[in-house]
């Protein structure tokens, strides 16, 4: 493993305290301030646990620094990476959060194709977390904080089904308006509507008229918010598609 160091080390030996998660990225979704990265460890081709990297500050992101390689470059969708933590770092139902080191650049090892990454599909056998509530413009697409205490994770890699991206105006009166993309689809006996925080998904769709636009073959990230008030809130944090493996 080719380490590089963020700032120079007065010390001629440097002795790490900290620890390497090894995940295939399936999550590189924004946020106000930065991006929330998250991933499930792999060793070969087999996936092992959830890891959602996240920094020191109150809001959790992963600033542009903290999470490029040593040439510059940033995590893309199946990018197989090392990242050097400091400790874990759960809250709530966020049992995944690892602290990330930032003396440490992130190293990319490679990156996986459309067909290995089917085997880290998965099947929640019921609900995405809980069933129930619905924001204004939702379905199925939030928790009261007083239930999502029960969660022990936040994050499911999915297959949908009857999957379209919905593009739209949303807000107006007490807020303002604004276009969102919102992903509708179905999966085990239950239809859901949530906000789309992929970057690339939004670029893509933003630049088409609003209106519905189906998705003939996708795999989703989605993750379960940080508390926001009375709710923690479901979003489709990636959009995986065939096409990000070429």
Known sequence: M??????????????????????VCFANSRKP????????????????????????RL?????????QYKDGGEPNLLDIIA???????????????????????????????????????EDPRGPLWLNGYSSSYGLNDRVPVSSADQFTRSLY?????????VVGLEGGGYYPTRRRVRAHFNLFRSSYV???????????FFAKDNGKYPIAEAILCV????SCGEYAYKLVAAVITPKHTH
Not at 100 to 108: E, H, I, L, M, S
Not at 223 to 226: G, P, V
């Open 2 to 23: 080719h380490w590089a160091r963020r700032r120079p080390a007065n010390e001629r030996l440097i002795v790490r305290k900290s620890y390497t998660k090894t995940i």
């Open 33 to 56: 301030s930065g991006r929330c990265i998250a991933g499930r460890e792999v060793t070969g081709k087999r996936f092992g646990d959830w890891v959602r990297p996240v920094s020191g």
């Open 59 to 67: 809001t959790r992101e992963i600033s542009l620094e903290e999470r």
């Open 83 to 121: 990242i050097e933590m400091k400790g874990r770092e759960p809250r709530q139902h966020q049992q995944e959060n690892h602290l990330v080191d930032t003396d440490w650049f992130w190293v990319r090892k490679g990156k996986m194709g459309w067909p290995d990454i089917q085997e880290g599909v």
């Open 157 to 165: 890699l999915i297959r949908p089904t009857q999957l379209n991206m």
């Open 194 to 204: 949530f906000v789309v925080t992929d970057p690339q998904i939004e670029s893509d």
């Open 223 to 226: 993750s379960l918010t940080e």
